[in-house]
């Protein structure tokens, strides 16, 4: 059923209590030509385009908890594509130009927001940052603007420019924005069942059966299933399933946690990020702010992060807005993110054969959704990769071709 | 986690530690032979295991000194600290 203005008015009449199902919850099936295993927005997305751009007709995602559950419904949700280099370039932009018409493309309303994100330089090695992005952004056809002081100042009104972290300026582009993260889940789930895709939750996957080098099946909380492909998309998670398939991965997996306050009046009306004093802000549609700062420094899945890297969150925030000191925090939450040297994900083949995997998006995988999910769908179905992914393969990490957007901008979000 | 016990000070709070990822990681001997496999796997390839890890630990703001630890990276709870160039401890499961 679509949703539409027709159809709203006709389920009023019926108290909103008939609306069917958005995605149902069939048993698992005893073989797939593709199995997705992570439920989050880059899996489910792949699913999706899989079915709708390549006609895959046996498609399953399985997840071991509740689709969204994992980094995609933990997360900031910052959307932005202005990274220093052209392979992150291509692949950030082409996510943001998926965001665009992801609403109408899934009939669900992912409440994209481009609103603007503010990225502060406190000193000249940042404005230098800053510049050199901005401009290697400007050659490759993103839209950035470089603010200096006054222009930052006039912009956002209760930000303190003159504070213990001075505003030098800021780099700005305005397609950024936020999206709402359960409903990149629910929209991709929705969309991806109406086109015949299983979404199977509640099913772990326990083991992963290889023979001659080739994956044939998998091991689940459900049962076994025979497969023709996999894509693995488990974010944390990551190593432990390489190493049900017999391979390591070079990730390691830490804690990244956010807050949000008490929802307040509309005050800021767009993102705010700063990677010198560490932290970023924004409010969501709820009246909350949402605040995140970096991870924590030792590897865990506990989904917890450390009380300390609450107050680094805060002190900076305090002291940037002053407006917000006496604001109450409500909630605070982590998730565990799978972070590459580099910084930049893996996309592509694994040593075992038509064992595909998506994962490194670490603390910043959000905003590339659409993107990823799309690059991934089509290396999955030639098994080989697009233009796209190409350069972040897992194989960079022996010819030594890093995609280094961490020492390049130090930008985490 | 908390309270970690360094070899050197003993318990410390643990915003005075930074970690530094996995222990016992050999440098290849013979760097100009290995392939570039091997070398890109010793520089970037982890263990990352969902259960006990060894990792290195620093210091920071007390004796500045390294040391290792044996933790579960499920509860975080650390298991064992030692001295570097100590041998790796045993796992009882
Ligand atoms: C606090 C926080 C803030 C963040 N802020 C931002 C931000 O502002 N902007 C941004 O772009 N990114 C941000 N990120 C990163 C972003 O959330 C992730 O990169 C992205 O959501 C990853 O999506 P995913 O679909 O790959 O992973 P996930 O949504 O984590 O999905 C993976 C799924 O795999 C499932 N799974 C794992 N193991 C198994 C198994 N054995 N069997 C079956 N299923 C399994 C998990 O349950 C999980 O649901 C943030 C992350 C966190 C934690
Ligand atoms: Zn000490």
């Not at chain 1, 010198?276 to 030792?298: C, F, I, P, T």
């Not at chain 1, 796209?388 to 393969?393: D, K, L, M, N, T």
Request: charge should be neutral.
């Amino acid at each position: 059923m679509k949703y539409s203005i027709f159809n709203l008015v006709k389920n009023s009449l019926s108290y909103h209590q008939n609306w069917e199902k958005a995605w149902n919850s069939p048993d698992l099936k005893s073989e797939y030509d593709v199995v997705i295993v992570g439920g989050g927005g880059h899996g489910l997305g792949t699913a999706y385009y899989l079915a709708k751009e390549f006609g895959v007709k046996n498609i399953a995602v399985l997840e071991k908890g509740w689709i969204g559950g994992g980094n995609t419904g933990r997360n900031t949700t910052i959307i932005r594509s202005n990274y220093l280099w052209d392979e992150s370039a291509a692949l950030y932009n082409h996510a943001v130009n998926l965001w665009e018409g992801l609403s109408s493309e899934l009939n669900f309303n992912v409440m994209f927001s481009q609103r603007g994100l503010y990225h502060l330089a406190h000193s000249i090695h940042d404005m230098q940052e800053i510049s050199r992005r901005g401009y290697s952004n400007y050659l490759n056809g993103i839209d950035t603007e470089i603010l200096n002081k006054d222009q930052v100042a006039k912009q956002i009104p209760h930000l303190n420019v003159n504070g213990r972290y001075p505003v030098h300026g800021a780099l700005l582009q305005r397609r950024a924005g936020t999206a709402r993260h359960d409903a990149v889940a629910w929209g991709y789930a929705r969309a991806a069942e109406s086109l015949g895709v299983d979404i199977i939750q509640n099913c772990e996957v326990k083991g992963i059966n290889v023979s001659n080098g080739k994956v044939v099946g998998l091991e689940t909380s459900k049962g076994s299933v025979k497969v023709d492909k996999v894509g693995l998309v488990p974010a944390g998670h990551s190593s432990v399933l390489a190493n049900m398939a017999g391979f390591n991965l070079p990730i390691n997996s830490v804690p990244l946690q956010a807050l949000v306050s008490e929802p307040i009046k509309p005050i800021l009306d767009c993102v705010i990020m700063s990677n010198s004093v560490h932290v970023y802000v924004s409010q969501s549609d709820k009246g909350e702010l949402v605040v995140g700062a970096g991870s924590d420094s030792y590897n865990s899945y506990s989904q917890r992060g450390s009380f300390d890297m609450i107050e680094h969150m805060m002190a900076p925030l305090v002291e940037l807005f002053p407006i917000f000191s006496r604001l109450k925090m409500l909630r605070s939450w982590g998730g565990i993110v799978d972070v590459t040297p580099d910084r930049s994900p893996i996309i592509g083949k694994t040593p075992v054969k038509d064992l595909f995997i998506n994962c490194g998006w670490g603390t910043g995988g959000f905003k590339a959704t659409p993107g990823s999910a799309h690059v991934f769908a089509e290396t999955v179905f030639r098994g080989e990769p697009t233009d796209i992914s190409g350069p972040f393969s897992l194989e960079r990490h022996f010819s030594g071709a890093l995609v280094d957007e961490a020492a390049a901008a130090a930008v985490a979000h | 986690m908390f309270i970690i016990d360094c070899p050197y000070c003993g318990e410390r709070d643990q915003t005075e530690f930074t970690c530094h990822g996995e222990a016992h990681i050999a440098r290849p001997s013979n760097p100009n032979e290995v392939s570039d496999e091997e070398w890109g796997r010793y520089l970037f390839f982890r263990n990352n295991p969902k259960g006990i890890h060894f990792e290195r630990w620093t210091h920071d703001h007390g004796c500045r000194r390294w040391f290792n630890v044996m933790r579960d990276t499920v509860s975080d709870k650390i298991l064992k600290t030692y001295k570097m160039g100590e041998s790796r401890p045993e796992v009882n499961e």
